[in-house]
């Protein structure tokens, strides 16, 4: 009755004549637990895009994992570059796989089926490569689910020699010691180019039978690729509770690990063929990147201090891929995506195109996420609201201008309104407000301004409509390594409940002021991993060891399970995460470059406290963060100034003038003090 | 002017559900251009009503969806293409094809109609559906056996959920055929025809009547029959002409 043949039927004759038995699908086992779990179709794969028959005998087999639900997974724009990278390749072929919701993990263990790809339904322990997708650290006890489901030990030391590497990449990787102890090897970086690197490698490890001790060889052969990180190869010192370095067991492995940077990414317009899910995801659209990288540099932001430096897509390309992916998929909503989609050099000209593709009779609609207020104007405004209103989100982060000097997000609060003024202007009713709290030097006058913006806004758009409204998101913050911020003691989970308390009874009796905030108790969560050292990497086991997994789902996080891990690690939270760090110590991460000068980040951070702001070299002189010096590379940006609107970071209006005056302020002690 | 659709649900697609079946269709439509309507308003949607939704984890042979089309651009029986498909006219078969080519294998298109509207909404029209399923952990000779007691009884009580209470009903009546075809590799199949009308019964229902300890195999609607001047029809049958999408 169904069209899939059971798998000990096929098998496959390769050009030398050998018959070799294909991978075992374990779909006739899969199928009957399927009626009885909540979604079954993120089970299934069949998605359009999706690599049907791509096995390979000979090739170097890559399962793509996303640690977390399918939903959420699925359109990672970063494994499905990779995915469809892999698949081009003769010496690769890759398939992909995401973590089972709790309900599927029972029925699989119950039944003893394994962790599974979606693509061809086979065992993940038959491939190569198991590599995760780290782009949260709450996912990190799913990680290690996913490594048991697929009947492998979750720590590295204890693998035998055939076992599968597991690798990991992604933003999270740029800290990997907490999960050192499971991971076989790190990626920083873009993965465009390093996996062909890995893929090699690992291609002659596979030729060679994989026999006893074949293991060590492989990894450290790997240990001496640039941008990868293999663990396993570095001694971790300790002075006293203080972490003090490692240091590498053979020397021809780095000592320092350099992350990987595409230079130009117009060489890589991937993905070609975006996977189009069967069933609703997250981003349920076409996801077209317009711009890799930011230089705007918000000290809070860990994406835009370890993508640098700016590398835009040219517009045509931009374009091409807009117009062949929507009528390849048939989708009727697109998004530009990057880290502050309004930089983008021609932004209006790109969005209009969009809407006047005859293609699309007029009924596709864009969606721009992270805009930065300062480039929101009119004609941007007008541009997206032609179709199909997307819903509107600004980030200003902090309420006061004191504040946003801090966190080096210059935008002003005319930016702010300018921006609000054009959204409701060109019909829409509601926009959100993302704000973060528990920022350094933080006072309550300057979370209530929050309060005082919103309301603001809400005044504003009673102008254009009756039913202005303002959604207010607040996020309790994470200090992340490689920011200005990696030093910073973030605030206890009671002074961020206070916090948010403080700025819910402020707004109590505004009806259009909606306020919705982030568990403060996941904030400690998030920050014990995120700085962690390697020791936490007991405290992430032992969590997941009493079921802790789907952190990042408040119906599933246990902020108990973290504080008795920590007990029986013996560790302390407040050292881990709301202790301020000097100058002086040597931070868990110190052997990973992201490209910029530890000094640097030291001086932004001694800038921040000043309550100075720095502008965007993408425009302006370079003051030598590393990102490009470090690694012969530059910034691929069509236009020479700032878009047009807003004060630009200039604290100025410049919605006349098309050339912007940044010159901010002196800036001391910045700039070549390496 | 609409478009009637008959499609097929095959294979792993049975556990894509019914809400995500719609987002598929309209994305086929808009690939290959077909002149759908929009409704009005702040978030216009594209126009398409379904016949009886198919319950998640089912397969069919015999799925409908009507497609309100733009009466400027159709012309004896042909529709001029917009959007992706500009500048192509298309017959009634090339429409077909098109769209069975635009959907995800296991999706086909088996019959399709450009027609004028009316004749009242599809999913109100149904009388009654065919279904053949497999019974998982039962042998022919019991289902045999059941079945002829059920179709003997002139009551059958099944318990249902209403408003989070367990009642009993009498599903008699609506069963209107059923009987033992054969064995497949998961065990007996079964035929049955079942009502439609005044509520849906649906195959998982019979399992406690036919095997109480086992399980619901694969189930597959076969038909969805409506009644035109007393006669009971089928609202589109297969179109011969078209060779199924091979799949790779």
């Known amino acids: ?449 929050i309060a005082d913006l919103a309301e603001r806004c809400v005044e504003i758009g009673k102008q254009y409509t009756k039913k202005a409204s303002v959604t207010v998101s607040l996020g309790g913050f994470v200090p992340k390594p490689h920011t200005p911020f990696q030093w910073f003691g973030q605030n206890q989970p009671e002074e961020l409940r206070r916090k948010v308390e403080l700025l819910r009874s402020r707004l109590r009796h505004n009806k259009r002021v909606h306020l919705k905030w982030h568990s403060p108790e996941a904030s400690t969560a998030e920050g014990i991993t995120s700085r962690g050292d390697r020791r936490i990497g007991r405290v992430i086991e032992y969590v997941w060891r009493k079921g802790g997994t789907f952190q990042e789902w408040s119906e599933h996080f246990d902020l108990n399970l973290w504080q008795e891990a920590m007990i029986a690690s013996d560790l302390d939270i407040d050292w881990y995460v709301h202790r301020h760090r000097d100058e002086s110590e040597v931070l868990p991460w110190d052997h990973i470059h992201a490209g910029l000068h530890k000094d640097f980040l030291w001086q932004d951070w001694q800038d921040a406290l000043a309550g100075y702001g720095i502008e965007d070299c993408r425009w302006t002189p370079c003051y030598d963060c590393g990102a490009c010096t470090e690694y012969g590379i530059e910034h691929v940006v069509a236009s020479p100034s700032p878009p047009n609107g807003g004060s630009q970071g200039t604290g100025q209006d410049l919605t006349t003038g098309h050339l912007v005056p940044v010159e901010l302020r002196p800036r001391a002690g910045v700039g070549g003090t390496q | 002017m609409r478009l009637r659709i008959k499609f097929s649900k095959l294979g792993k697609v049975r556990f894509v559900g019914h809400r995500d079946v719609a987002r598929i269709m309209e994305r086929a439509l808009r690939r290959c251009g077909i002149p759908v309507t929009y409704s009005e308003g702040f978030s216009p949607r594209l126009r398409m009503s379904f016949g009886l939704a198919l319950p998640t984890c089912y397969e069919s042979e015999a799925e409908y969806l009507d497609v309100p089309l733009d009466p400027e651009l159709v012309a004896d029986g042909s529709i001029i293409c917009t959007g992706w498909g500009q500048g192509k006219v298309y017959e009634q078969h090339q429409i077909q094809v098109a769209l069975s080519r635009a959907l995800p294998n296991g999706f086909d298109v088996v019959a399709l109609t450009v027609e004028p509207k009316g004749g009242g909404s599809l999913q109100e029209a149904v009388r009654s559906c065919g279904w053949t399923f497999d019974i998982l952990g039962a042998t022919p000779h019991q289902v045999e056996k059941t079945i002829q007691q059920a179709l003997n009884s002139s009551v059958i009580e099944v318990n249902r959920k209403k408003k989070n209470e367990l009642v009993r009903e009498d599903i008699r009546q609506g069963i209107h055929e059923l009987r033992l075809n054969g064995e497949s590799e998961r065990g007996p199949v079964v035929i049955a025809e079942l009502a439609a009308k005044p509520r849906v019964i649906r195959p998982s229902e019979l399992i406690d009547v036919l095997a109480p300890a086992a399980e619901l195999g694969v189930a597959r609607r076969t038909h969805q029959w409506i009644e035109i001047d007393g006669q009971r029809t089928e609202p589109l049958m297969p179109s011969t002409s078209l060779q199924p999408k091979e799949y790779p």
């Open chain 1, 1 to 449: 009755m169904t069209i899939n043949k059971a798998a000990h039927d096929l098998e496959i004759r390769a050009e030398d004549g050998i018959i070799r038995p294909q991978m075992t699908s374990l779909w006739p086992r899969l199928e009957p637990l399927l009626p009885r779990v909540e979604k079954p179709a993120r089970y299934i794969g069949c998605e359009d895009g999706a690599n049907a028959n791509i096995y390979k005998p000979d090739a170097t087999s890559w399962l793509l994992t996303y640690p977390d639900t399918y939903e959420i997974g699925l359109p990672n724009q970063g494994l499905q570059i990779l995915y469809e990278l892999l698949n081009e390749r003769p010496d690769a072929f890759a398939e992909r796989s995401y973590a089972p919701w709790t309900d599927m993990e029972a029925q699989m263990r119950a039944a003893d089926v394994p962790f599974f790809s979606v693509d061809t339904h086979r065992p993940a322990a038959e491939f190569d490569i198991l590599a995760f997708n780290l782009s949260a650290e709450l996912v990190y006890t799913n990680v290690l689910n996913c490594i048991d489901l697929a009947g492998i030990e979750i720590r590295a030391s204890e693998r035998s020699d055939a076992d599968p590497l597991i690798g990991a990449g992604g933003h999270c990787a740029y800290n990997p010691e907490p999960l050192a102890d499971f991971v076989d090897f790190f990626v920083m970086g873009d993965g465009e180019e390093v996996i062909a690197d890995i893929t090699t490698a690992v291609g002659e490890w596979r030729k060679s039978g994989k026999p006893t001790g074949s293991r060590e060889s492989v990894l450290h052969a790997l240990a001496r690729i640039p941008g990868v990180y293999v663990p396993s190869m570095y001694d971790v010192n300790y002075d006293d509770q203080q972490f003090s370095g490692i240091r590498a067991r053979h020397a021809d492995v780095q000592q320092r690990i350099p992350k990987r940077t595409i230079a130009d990414l117009a060489d890589w317009p991937y993905p070609r063929n975006q996977l189009v899910p069967l069933t609703e995801v997250v981003h349920d659209r076409l996801n077209v990147e317009i711009f890799r990288g930011c230089t705007r540099g918000c000290r809070f932001c860990q994406a835009g201090m370890i993508t640098r430096p700016v590398r835009e897509r040219p517009a045509s390309q931009v374009r091409e891929m807009i117009s062949a992916g929507l009528e390849r998929t048939g989708y009727d909503e697109v998004s530009l995506t990057s880290l502050s989609t309004a930089d983008f050099s021609g932004i209006e000209d790109v969005v209009t195109d969009t809407i006047d593709e005859p293609g699309t009779c007029g009924r596709v609609s864009v969606s721009l996420p992270s805009l930065r207020v300062d480039a929101f104007t009119v004609g941007v405004a007008a541009q997206v609201s032609r179709a199909r209103r997307t819903g509107l989100t600004f980030a200003p982060e902090a309420g006061s201008w004191r504040m946003r000097q801090i966190i080096n997000k210059l935008v002003t609060e005319e930016d702010l309104y300018d921006a609000v003024r054009s959204a409701y202007s060109q019909g829409w009713h509601r926009v959100k407000l993302y704000f973060l709290t528990g920022l350094p030097s933080e006072m309550d006058e300057d979370t209530l301004a």
